[in-house]
């Protein structure tokens, strides 16, 4: 039997701690040390998981032998510093969303693990929530009909950050997600927003995607809203799919409703539309913690040498989209093309190596 993989994990703020609990539950994988430059944080977890070691020097875990790999859970800022030092310490390397601050950072650390044969994996945790990959299911099978669009709202009061705007902050899930779904990337990006409580870092975005087939996607980012919502939308030409990731138990929803223009009509006067109002029914989604299953994931990919879902190259085209919708944002919100768009199915082909836990039931 393998030994178990030997994990660290630097931050422990807001997400870290999730991955440590995480990583310390998986049977075949020892979290070993956990940094932060905070004390009292490190106080709380040594309480939590008296056997796993603490440290505020990040150095001691890219020098630690017996580390395989490291999870960075920090601000962005520090992404790419933390895991060019991980890669080229030769350990796998995992890193929560977004990637990093800028198209050619993601690039260095592509190469730099592809160049070692590490595994990097970037966190975008929804590509591993059973009811997005019923979704994703559902749509392939085409039992909505052709994509039209998809509209996300993404909304909150807070958390505000410093040193990244909202979109940065809160649309990798959505943008990983819409990705996922269109298995391609998009033509243009657009995106508008001000700036209502830090000048400079907008607090309310509204990115627009353009893909091929004229479907587009639309993404609304706040941190000013009253109501935590986390709503998708799939519109088809045959149905429609709501997606509430607040919502405790019925995640989607399926909506048998479409519009239908007739299809011979000899004067306007003749010309009217036909709305279909149909069932809604809710399809069933096992529960279960997408976290988790990332983590999983990580762990067997080192272990296989498969590439992840959610490889370095997935995240570097969320980062590509968010660095043209900050350009797009600076100038008033003129729509900027996309460089190499084009068929994503290869990006994805990791698919078949998800836990199983993810898709069963779903």
């Given at each position: 039997?393998?030994?178990p993989l030997?994990?660290g994990?630097?931050?422990?703020?807001y997400w870290?701690p999730?991955?440590?609990?995480?990583?310390r539950q998986?049977p075949?994988c020892?979290?070993?040390v956990v940094?932060d430059l905070?004390?009292?944080?490190?106080a709380h977890?040594?309480r939590?998981?008296?056997?796993v070691?603490?440290t505020?020097?990040?150095?001691e875990?890219v020098?630690?032998?017996d580390?395989d790999a490291?999870a960075?859970?920090?601000?962005?800022?520090?992404h790419?510093?933390?895991a060019?030092?991980s890669l080229?310490?030769?350990?796998?390397t995992?890193?929560?969303k977004p990637m990093a601050?800028?198209?050619a950072e993601?690039?260095e650390?592509?190469?730099?693990?592809?160049d070692?044969?590490?595994?990097l994996?970037v966190?975008?945790t929804?590509l591993?929530?059973?009811?997005?990959?019923?979704?994703?299911?559902?749509?392939?099978?085409?039992?909505?009909?052709p994509?039209?669009?998809?509209a996300?709202r993404?909304?909150?009061?807070?958390l505000?950050?410093?040193?990244?705007?909202?979109?940065?902050d809160?649309a990798?899930?959505d943008l990983?997600?819409i990705l996922?779904?269109m298995?391609?990337?998009?033509?243009?990006?657009s995106?508008?927003?001000?700036?209502h409580?830090?000048?400079g870092?907008e607090?309310?975005t509204s990115?627009?995607?353009?893909?091929d087939?004229?479907?587009i996607?639309?993404?609304?980012?706040s941190?000013?809203?009253?109501?935590k919502?986390?709503?998708?939308?799939?519109?088809g030409?045959?149905r429609?799919?709501?997606y509430?990731d607040v919502a405790?138990h019925?995640k989607?929803k399926i909506?048998d409703?479409?519009v239908?223009?007739?299809?011979h009509?000899?004067?306007f006067a003749e010309f009217?539309y036909?709305?279909?109002?149909g069932?809604?029914?809710?399809?069933y989604?096992k529960?279960?913690?997408?976290l988790k299953?990332e983590?999983?994931h990580?762990?067997?990919?080192?272990r296989?040498?498969r590439?992840?879902?959610?490889?370095g190259?997935?995240?570097?085209e969320?980062?590509r989209i968010l660095e043209?919708?900050t350009q797009?944002?600076?100038?008033?919100?003129v729509?900027?093309h996309v460089?190499?768009?084009?068929s994503?199915?290869?990006?994805?082909?990791?698919e078949?190596?998800?836990?199983?836990?993810?898709?069963?039931h779903?």
């Open positions: 039997m393998a030994r030997t994990v994990v630097v931050g422990c703020g870290g999730n991955l440590i609990r995480n990583f998986l075949d020892r979290l070993k940094c905070n004390p009292e944080r490190l977890m040594r939590l998981y008296p056997e070691q603490t505020q020097n990040y150095d875990l020098r630690d032998p580390l490291i960075i859970a920090t601000p962005v800022r520090f790419h510093r933390m060019r030092a080229l310490a030769g350990k796998h995992f890193i929560e601050a800028s198209v993601c690039e650390l592509v190469q730099l693990a592809e070692r044969g590490l595994t994996m966190g975008h929804f591993f929530s059973p009811a997005v990959r019923k979704i994703k299911e559902i749509i392939s099978r085409g039992d909505i009909g994509l039209h669009y998809i996300a993404r909304l909150n009061l807070g505000f950050q410093k040193d990244i705007n909202v979109t940065w809160l990798p899930h990983s997600i996922y779904i298995d391609s990337l998009p033509h243009t990006v995106c508008w927003g001000n700036a409580i830090t000048p870092i607090d309310v990115l627009h995607l353009t893909f087939n004229h479907r996607a639309m993404v609304h980012s941190w000013l809203d009253p109501k919502v986390r709503e998708m939308t799939f519109v030409t045959r429609m799919i709501v509430d405790v019925e989607i909506y409703a479409r239908e223009v007739p299809p009509y000899d004067t009217q036909s709305y279909h109002y069932d809604m029914y809710v399809p989604v529960q279960e913690e997408p299953l983590c999983q990580f762990v067997e990919c080192i296989t040498g590439k992840p879902l959610t490889s190259r997935e995240g570097l969320v980062v043209l919708a797009s944002l600076r100038n008033g919100g729509p900027v460089n190499g768009n084009g994503k199915q290869t990006l994805f082909e990791a078949s190596a998800v836990p199983a836990a993810a898709t069963a779903s």
